[in-house]
């Protein structure tokens, strides 16, 4: 079975990601920035945007959601399967092939992109993030490391595509633990991971695991369809409006590892009614606009970024410094619309002649 709404989600959380990354170009005063700031304070117009617009751009959720989904996804889709060896090798092999062809085109035109005479260089008006990215040299050991993943510096999302396949790594044992398990016991084992993701599973520099319990909890998600269908619609249209915007702004308020759990248990709900629900709040998302966008939402979500750092080097360049901080938002907000025109529309390349043809390949492998 497929759920519509959930493509139309994917559609609407890569411009989510699109829109937190646009946002973030220009460096901006103190009171603009959203982190550790009262929304209901008033300082500037502008700033007051800048700080709604990146609440709504909440790149932390759509990642958190992105990975429940996965988990939701992974766990409906391997119902009837037993995961014997044969079966599971399989599963790597589509799972690779979902996801790594798309990711190689990425991290190869980066590459190009960064032999063919760019430069790295610090721009006045450039803010800490946009100067975090393409700071080290391209050479050709570089560009390995960053395709088998041991570095994830290029593209700003790639790293969740390491916390991605990791967690497909551990899917199958995990998965068959869930169906053996009713759904107390597999709240406790999801309660395990989540207390292990705030210092156990967090090595330094590697703390891609402690995201596993999200992946957990989307896997059990199937387990409360009849309780997501007993839920009136008329509470769903009152309650959800509030609930979003704390899922919203809880990033900024708290901890991160306490950020994302609360995230995680967010979009346990929100995506159990989408998919069970018949509340019609969530209509929208069966739209046209966004079922296409869910296409091809992978490659926008990879591809988006490598568009936006060009872009942002350009803006930075060629404007003059103090027209771009004196006029951030407007200047963000231009960014975002051209940089996501253009990178939907080379993604409708990638998936036609990258994604799609891998995806078809994966079909065609089975066990034997």
């Known amino acids: 079975m497929r759920y519509i709404r959930l493509d139309g989600l994917r559609g609407l959380l890569s411009l989510i990601v699109a829109l937190n990354h646009s946002f973030m170009i220009v460096a901006i005063p103190v009171f603009a920035g959203i982190w550790g700031q009262n929304i209901l304070e008033f300082y500037t117009l502008q700033s007051k945007l800048q700080q709604i617009f990146m609440l709504i751009g909440n790149g932390g959720l759509a990642v958190s959601l992105f990975f429940v989904l996965s988990?939701?996804?992974?766990?409906?889709?391997?119902?009837?399967?037993?995961?014997?060896?044969?079966?599971?090798?399989?599963?790597?092999?589509?799972?690779?092939?979902?996801?790594?062809?798309?990711?190689?085109?990425?991290?190869?035109?980066?590459?190009?992109?960064?032999?063919?005479?760019?430069?790295?260089?610090?721009?006045?008006?450039?803010?800490?993030?946009?100067?975090?990215?393409?700071?080290?040299?391209?050479?050709?050991?570089?560009?390995?490391?960053?395709?088998?993943?041991?570095?994830?510096?290029?593209?700003?999302?790639?790293?969740?595509?390491?916390?991605?396949?990791?967690?497909?790594?551990?899917?199958?044992?995990?998965?068959?633990?869930?169906?053996?398990?009713?759904?107390?016991?597999?709240?406790?084992?999801?309660?395990?991971?989540?207390?292990?993701?705030?210092?156990?599973?967090?090595?330094?520099?590697?703390?891609?695991?402690?995201?596993?319990?999200?992946?957990?909890?989307?896997?059990?998600?199937?387990?409360?369809?009849?309780?997501?269908?007993?839920?009136?619609?008329?509470?769903?249209?009152?309650?959800?409006?509030?609930?979003?915007?704390?899922?919203?702004?809880?990033?900024?308020?708290?901890?991160?590892?306490?950020?994302?759990?609360?995230?995680?248990?967010?979009?346990?709900?929100?995506?159990?009614?989408?998919?069970?629900?018949?509340?019609?709040?969530?209509r929208f998302l069966e739209s046209s606009l966004f079922r296409f966008l869910g296409k091809i939402s992978y490659s926008l979500y990879l591809v988006h970024f490598t568009v936006l750092y060009i872009c942002g080097r350009f803006v930075l360049a060629y404007l003059p410094s103090s027209f771009l901080t004196a006029n951030y938002f407007a200047v963000h907000s231009l960014i975002f619309v051209f940089t996501t025109l253009l990178a939907i529309g080379l993604s409708v390349l990638v998936n036609r002649f990258i994604e799609t043809p891998a995806q078809e390949l994966s079909r065609k492998i089975k066990a034997g």
């Open 71 to 282: 988990g939701f996804v992974l766990a409906k889709s391997s119902t009837n399967w037993n995961f014997s060896l044969p079966s599971s090798l399989v599963f790597y092999a589509r799972r690779f092939l979902r996801l790594y062809p798309v990711y190689f085109f990425l991290i190869l035109v980066s590459a190009l992109y960064m032999w063919s005479g760019f430069e790295y260089k610090l721009f006045p008006a450039g803010s800490p993030w946009f100067h975090w990215w393409m700071n080290f040299d391209m050479t050709f050991k570089e560009f390995i490391l960053n395709a088998t993943f041991i570095h994830t510096y290029i593209g700003g999302v790639t790293w969740t595509l390491r916390v991605i396949l990791l967690a497909s790594l551990t899917f199958p044992p995990l998965f068959l633990l869930s169906k053996k398990l009713n759904l107390s016991a597999n709240l406790f084992v999801f309660s395990l991971l989540a207390w292990a993701s705030f210092d156990l599973l967090d090595f330094p520099n590697f703390n891609d695991l402690r995201f596993t319990y999200m992946f957990y909890l989307g896997m059990l998600i199937p387990k409360m369809e009849q309780f997501f269908e007993s839920i009136p619609p008329k509470l769903i249209a009152v309650i959800i409006l509030p609930l979003t915007f704390i899922a919203l702004y809880f990033r900024y308020l708290f901890e991160i590892h306490l950020a994302g759990l609360v995230e995680s248990i967010f979009s346990f709900f929100l995506l159990g009614i989408l998919s069970y629900s018949k509340s019609d709040v969530f």
